[in-house]
């Protein structure tokens, strides 16, 4: 079977930014208002957490009010705070709790439990914050403590979530608290910052925010819709003949659509159809994406970064494409909800696919015609794994999912529905 992709679709709002807005939100003075707020798990993690320390919602539909508090002033929980399957969620809160009413224990499901979370623990210790790893993971408590202070923070890990936190920090210490890493990632938390009046500014690769002496002012964020869950979407219509997408309102924040510069330079076509616009602090736009033959191409350090959640898709459109492409510094992949190198690799070696790792480094050669196992049961229960697989059956030319996995629903819910809309036979 061949499929082509044919359609315009707006997608939920970007969770990434929802993270970040419904933090702001809590801590602002009044009433901040969301439109298009995503309902996956992640952000439903985020909503009961804020809420568990005292914070007021009111949702209706996609629409969220979140009745700031004026500043950091936690409800001591009744039970420790579960973060579920949410890095995003519990990186950040770790800098909003930094200094906490009480002790507070923090709790996360069996992958989340898995991952890394020295890397904001060790910062925060260095501004003073009392918190206590499992060796090096989840369940984290932290203490009250008096204040905290302003600290210069290198970071040698490329890490949006862990600037954020140390940034979320920052604004309650005593002097300035700059935040050094290796690339300039996503800056969702800046823009948002900057927008509700902190004063937080980037220099190449250093953020510097002062502490907050009054409270930051609501905001009224209509979200884009997700980068991440569009390059599902960005990859499908790439490789599938004749395929023609529109996604309008989509979050075109140069530090998250790597992915496309990616993409163009391998040939892909590209084009933003209206005039962008930014809605509070981020830029969104029309991305119209039509089917287009590839070209390998080498994809450095910081190109990895920054299109972090993007690469397995990457790699999926590397086999597609003439040549050998090399994508380099893939070690982060190791460390998010599933170990994304391997779980990759057993995806697309599976469908017949050339890929294989060299050092920190993946190599894929093609184009190689894909073929999927007749049974092909979930690989890894882990959302972009899940939804790799279902885009490596699509090019395979395997049946259009009636159903996809529960898990798909920490980022997509809607996912099953967008494929009976957008995916049609040739
Ligand atoms: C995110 C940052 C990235 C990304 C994650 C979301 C964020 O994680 O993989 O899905 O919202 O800041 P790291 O900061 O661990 O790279």
């Given at each position: 079977m061949t499929y082509t992709i044919q359609g315009s679709i707006r997608f939920p709002g970007d969770k990434s930014i929802a993270h970040r807005a419904l933090m702001i939100g809590a801590i602002a003075a009044g009433e901040t208002t969301i439109d298009h707020l995503p309902d996956g798990g992640d952000i439903q993690t985020t909503i009961d957490v804020l809420a568990a320390l005292g914070v007021n919602f009111e949702q209706t539909g996609t629409h969220m009010t979140v009745h700031g508090q004026g500043g950091f002033h936690w409800q001591t929980p009744t039970a420790p705070l579960a973060l579920n399957n949410s890095g995003t969620t519990t990186r950040l809160l770790l800098g909003l709790l930094a200094c906490p009413p009480s002790t507070i224990l923090l709790t996360g499901d069996q992958s989340l439990s898995a991952r890394p979370m020295e890397r904001i623990a060790g910062p925060l210790r260095q501004m003073g914050t009392q918190i206590a790893t499992t060796e090096g993971h989840l369940p984290i408590q932290i203490h009250p403590v008096a204040n905290l202070h302003g600290a210069h923070i290198h970071l040698t890990v490329a890490s949006a979530q862990v600037k954020s936190g140390i940034l979320f920090a920052g604004l309650q210490a005593d002097s300035e608290t700059t935040v050094t890493g290796p690339v300039h990632t996503r800056d969702h938390t800046e823009r948002l910052l900057a927008k509700a009046g902190a004063n937080v500014v980037r220099q190449g690769l250093t953020v510097r925010i002062q502490p907050q002496t009054t409270p930051l002012q609501p905001l009224t964020i209509d979200l884009a819709s997700d980068f991440s869950t569009a390059a599902f979407w960005i990859v499908l219509a790439t490789l599938l003949p004749d395929s023609q997408l529109q996604l309008p309102s989509?979050?075109?924040?140069p530090t998250r659509t790597t992915l496309l510069d990616i993409l163009a330079r391998m040939g892909g076509d590209f084009q933003v159809v209206d005039f962008p616009r930014t809605d509070v602090a981020e830029p969104m736009g029309t991305l119209q994406v039509r089917q287009q033959s590839l070209q390998s191409t080498i994809v450095d350090a910081t190109e990895s970064a920054r299109a972090i959640d993007e690469l397995p898709l990457l790699a999926l459109a590397a086999t597609q494409a003439e040549g050998e492409t090399v994508i380099q510094h893939?070690?982060?992949?190791?460390?998010?909800?599933?170990?994304r190198i391997a779980a990759t690799e057993t995806i697309l070696q599976a469908a017949g696919a050339h890929i294989r790792q060299n050092g920190e480094n993946w190599l894929i050669t093609g184009p190689t015609p894909l073929n999927i196992p007749q049974h092909w049961p979930l690989i890894m229960p882990d959302h972009r794994m899940a939804m790799l697989q279902i885009a490596t059956g699509l090019v395979a030319g395997a049946p259009v999912p009636t159903t996809v996995p529960n898990?798909?629903?920490?980022?997509?819910?809607e996912l099953t529905y967008d494929l009976q809309k957008l995916v049609q036979f040739r």
């Open positions: 989509l979050s075109l924040n893939i070690g982060e992949l190791r460390v998010k909800e599933s170990n898990v798909v629903a920490v980022s997509y819910p």
